[in-house]
């Protein structure tokens, strides 16, 4: 990715491109000044968390019902003991959705610290008692192990994951305080991780939640309260999956595909968003959620 900030700068001037790009822009926008957040954005932001790691250990295959989710992330519930793959995904994910946050800021100035940050918030019940976790937050040497099944419709994972990993940091850190687009850089953050597949598991939940991370800390959702992570659930996994395919060739063409599939989840994430503000203002939350099919 030569002159990352230069190139970006032409790819958000492409003309398929700008509409999309200006009414994902306008959709935060209307969320960041809804009436429901007046004073009360940390609450909506806090059901934003439940509502993303919902939505995101939905995406790697844990369906669980929304409440469930939130009375475990309150604490009114206890995890299940023992645990099983479900769950630990389900934790895996809430961990590194609150992470997303933590790090928003950190990937301006030490991304690959923030990507190590978000894989051992993701990972850690992945692999618990596994004997591998001094490997997490590392990217990994050699081949993805066997029985690793992310994202296996995406062409084979590269064997040495360092120069994408380069270049990805690289965008990361010279796009800081620029005028490219936060949802520009995100899409392609995601389908980065997604596609180079750099730690041994989850590597999802972290390729959403460097999105989510990117969307707060660059300015597109200053509030913290959309759910980039529901706009992608609702889509369905066919329709991600089709769309890191089209990433993953590596075409103007497909990513065009990719960072318009991403900017519709952001829109239908400021929506879910000011379904959380709506709720706030009502004291509705537990109602206002819109399951994903």
């Given at each position: 990715?030569?002159?990352?900030?230069?190139?970006?700068?032409?790819?958000?001037r492409?003309?398929?491109l700008q509409?999309?790009?200006?009414?994902?822009?306008?959709?935060?926008?209307?969320?960041r000044?809804?009436?429901?957040?007046r004073r009360?954005?940390?609450?909506?932001?806090?059901?934003?968390?439940?509502?993303?790691?919902?939505?995101n250990?939905?995406?790697?295959?844990?369906?669980?019902?929304?409440?469930?989710v939130?009375?475990?992330?309150?604490?009114?519930?206890r995890?299940p003991?023992?645990?099983?793959p479900?769950?630990?995904?389900?934790?895996?994910?809430?961990q590194?959705?609150?992470?997303?946050?933590?790090?928003?800021?950190?990937?301006?100035?030490?991304?690959a610290?923030?990507?190590?940050?978000?894989?051992?918030?993701?990972a850690?019940?992945?692999v618990?008692?596994?004997?591998v976790?001094?490997?997490?937050?590392?990217?990994?040497?050699?081949p993805?192990?066997?029985?690793?099944?992310?994202?296996?419709?995406?062409?084979?994972?590269?064997?040495?994951v360092?120069?994408?990993?380069?270049?990805?940091?690289?965008?990361?850190?010279?796009?800081?305080g620029?005028?490219?687009?936060a949802?520009?850089?995100?899409?392609?953050?995601?389908?980065e991780?997604?596609?180079?597949r750099?730690?041994?598991?989850?590597?999802g939940?972290v390729?959403?939640?460097?999105?989510r991370?990117?969307?707060?800390?660059?300015?597109?959702?200053?509030?913290?309260?959309s759910v980039?992570?529901?706009?992608?659930?609702?889509?369905?996994?066919?329709?991600?999956?089709?769309?890191?395919?089209?990433?993953?060739?590596?075409?103007r063409?497909g990513?065009?595909?990719?960072v318009?599939?991403?900017?519709?989840?952001?829109?239908?994430g400021?929506?879910?968003?000011?379904?959380?503000?709506?709720?706030?203002r009502?004291?509705r939350?537990?109602?206002?959620?819109?399951?994903?099919?």
């Amino acid at each position: 990715m030569p002159d990352a900030l230069a190139s970006l700068r032409v790819i958000a001037r492409w003309p398929e491109l700008q509409d999309t790009l200006e009414e994902a822009r306008a959709a935060c926008a209307r969320l960041r000044f809804h009436e429901g957040l007046r004073r009360r954005i940390p609450e909506a932001a806090a059901e934003s968390r439940v509502r993303g790691a919902w939505a995101n250990a939905r995406l790697d295959g844990a369906r669980v019902p929304l409440d469930t989710v939130r009375d475990l992330v309150v604490g009114s519930t206890r995890w299940p003991q023992p645990s099983e793959p479900t769950w630990d995904i389900v934790r895996g994910s809430v961990q590194v959705v609150a992470e997303s946050e933590r790090v928003a800021t950190v990937l301006a100035t030490a991304p690959a610290q923030a990507l190590a940050r978000l894989h051992v918030a993701a990972a850690q019940p992945l692999v618990a008692g596994q004997g591998v976790e001094d490997r997490l937050g590392r990217p990994r040497i050699g081949p993805l192990p066997e029985g690793v099944d992310e994202f296996t419709t995406l062409p084979p994972a590269p064997i040495d994951v360092r120069p994408r990993l380069e270049a990805l940091t690289d965008m990361l850190r010279s796009t800081a305080g620029s005028d490219v687009p936060a949802l520009l850089v995100g899409a392609i953050g995601h389908g980065e991780v997604a596609l180079v597949r750099p730690f041994e598991r989850g590597n999802g939940l972290v390729a959403r939640a460097l999105e989510r991370a990117l969307s707060i800390g660059r300015g597109l959702d200053g509030t913290g309260v959309s759910v980039p992570e529901y706009g992608h659930a609702v889509a369905g996994a066919t329709a991600y999956g089709g769309a890191l395919s089209a990433y993953a060739h590596g075409s103007r063409e497909g990513l065009v595909v990719w960072v318009r599939h991403c900017a519709t989840a952001i829109i239908a994430g400021a929506v879910e968003g000011e379904r959380i503000a709506d709720a706030v203002r009502s004291g509705r939350l537990a109602d206002a959620a819109t399951a994903p099919a």
